[in-house]
């Protein structure tokens, strides 16, 4: 198992000039260089497992799912590191990601070499009109920060625009339903009046700034990094959820989109609670 990158791969990712707008990033030389990596630690650490890559259809389509762990959020580079595997990097996922972490230096390449694109509706139609697959997590700051009381429940804020863009294009939905990121740390306030109070929205584009328990701070206040607990992290993939059918009969867009949101929402949300069930304790899963 290769530990670090090869020298010229390495070498590709200080120097590529990359474009967060741009579908032509990916890089599958480091993807693959980094799968063997990414899966030893996640299922070390974090004994993950992720269940339901069959369901994904061929084709363009848009993965949605539920937000943890704030932004130490690693469900993502678990669930596509176990798609590479699968697909041996032919069919890329693309994740849309916040603006903050595509400015971080060495840290932007590592991401758009292994397929992130600026969060906009333009990075969305560029992705599925290539008949690609988009993976999206509505919810943001305000999901990843909902308090430890609340982590099996989803909370998308009401954020409907990917329903909008899956309509649009008319590709299907597939749910992505992740457990164990929101216990690597314990959230005790979304801290929406701190938000106001210290500008987060225009700073970090956040409405939340959150108190935590976290290490190695202790307590942690604001969308900074932690050091994740080993909290066991599953993950399952939903049956794909199509426009057509959940939309007919339906007149209107906004009735569209409702039914549409209803319909992810419900279908993240049913799996996790049945995966709520199967836990035991916290941390332990």
């Not at 906009?120 to 139609?125: D, K, L, N, T």
């Not at 009109?129 to 919810?139: N, Y």
């Not at 929205?201 to 190695?216: E, M, N, Q, W």
């Amino acid at each position: 198992m290769k530990i670090i990158l090869s020298p010229e791969t390495a070498k590709k990712l200080v120097t590529k000039k990359c474009d967060p707008d741009s579908i032509n990033n990916f890089d599958p030389e480091l993807v693959n260089e980094l799968i063997d990596p990414i899966k030893t630690f996640g299922k070390f650490y974090f004994r993950y497992t992720v269940e339901g890559l069959e369901k994904i259809p061929e084709g363009p389509a848009m993965i949605v799912g539920n937000h943890n762990a704030g932004i130490t959020f690693l469900e993502p580079f678990f669930f596509v590191a176990e798609w590479y595997t699968k697909t041996n990097c032919t069919d890329p996922i693309y994740p849309l990601t916040h603006d903050a972490m595509l400015a971080i230096p060495l840290v932007k390449n590592l991401l758009m070499m292994g397929g992130a694109m600026r969060a906009s509706h333009e990075s969305s139609a560029t992705i599925l009109t290539s008949g690609r697959k988009l993976l999206v997590f509505p919810g943001g700051n305000h999901e990843a920060f909902r308090t430890f009381k609340d982590r099996f429940k989803v909370d998308f804020g009401g954020h409907k625009g990917f329903t909008k863009v899956s309509i649009k294009h008319n590709v299907p939905i597939v749910p992505l339903a992740s457990i164990g990121g929101q216990e690597t740390f314990i959230v005790l306030s979304k801290g929406e009046k701190l938000a106001k109070l210290f500008h987060t929205d225009k700073l970090f584009r956040s409405k939340t700034c959150a108190v935590s328990l976290a290490l190695p701070w202790g307590v942690l206040i604001g969308p900074f990094f932690h050091l994740p607990l080993p909290a066991k992290i599953d993950i399952e993939v939903c049956d794909p959820i199509y426009p057509e059918a959940v939309c007919a009969g339906l007149k209107t867009m906004e009735e569209k989109v409702d039914a549409m949101y209803n319909a992810v929402t419900g279908a993240i949300q049913e799996r996790l609670t049945a995966a709520s069930y199967r836990r035991k304790l916290p941390l332990v899963g």
